[in-house]
């Protein structure tokens, strides 16, 4: 939903002005943004269970530093299909170090069978929302979109880690907030899975009649 739409335009927009121009004078490797978007995910996953406002923050800016390696590379002349299979997959490790975070938050609540289900089929539909897209691209056929792609994930992620503070306000008790989160991610990233597979179907039995 957000990928490729006109909020992360201007988002990247921003950062190509800001930071992604210093960043290419000073020589910095896009490999090195994405290295240290996975450091920073393991970092926050790291902190979720005792510091999950400092997670939160820390999964922000991996985020960003997930939007600025391709752009780097593109702006420094180093674009490469290595580069670009580096960041798919180093993403798909990060994003787990930080779901793992939010289960161990979640697991203090008084449902911590719930939070581990939810944790499961978080992980899985994040898992096929990206392995959908890459097999429809395999036999030809672009497939993108739906409202839980990769930024509205992670930006979900830090959202119910920042969320943590107003636990007790809102009702939920400690974790309550990571378990939301988990329950969310879990509807949302299998919904956009199964409807990318819907479409992608759709389209590669049209693309043989």
Do not use: C
């Not at 170090?97 to 939070?115: E, F, K, Q």
């Not at 089929?121 to 959908?132: F, I, T």
């Amino acid at each position: 939903m957000l990928a490729g739409g006109p909020a992360e335009r201007a988002f990247r927009g921003v950062l190509q002005a800001l930071v992604v121009g210093p960043l290419t004078r000073r020589g910095v490797s896009p490999d090195t943004l994405t290295g240290a978007g996975l450091v920073l995910s393991a970092v926050a996953g790291g902190l979720a269970w005792a510091w999950p406002v400092a997670a939160g923050v820390t999964v922000l800016v991996g985020g960003v530093m997930d939007a600025l390696d391709g752009s780097l590379a593109r702006a420094a002349g180093k674009a490469t299909r290595a580069g670009a299979f580096l960041d798919s997959t180093l993403d798909r490790y990060g994003e787990f170090l930080v779901l793992a975070g939010l289960w161990l938050r979640a697991s203090a609540t008084d449902h911590p069978l719930a939070a581990g289900a939810f944790a499961l089929a978080a992980v899985q539909g994040a898992l096929m929302v990206s392995y959908a897209r890459a097999r429809a691209e395999g036999l030809g056929h672009p497939l993108r979109g739906g409202w839980f792609e990769r930024p509205e994930r992670v930006l979900l992620m830090a959202l119910g880690l920042l969320a943590s503070p107003w636990e007790g306000a809102l009702g939920l008790g400690r974790g309550g907030a990571a378990l939301a989160t988990l329950a969310v991610l879990a509807a949302g990233a299998n919904a956009t899975a199964l409807d990318r597979i819907r479409r992608g179907r759709r389209a590669l039995r049209a693309g043989e009649g």
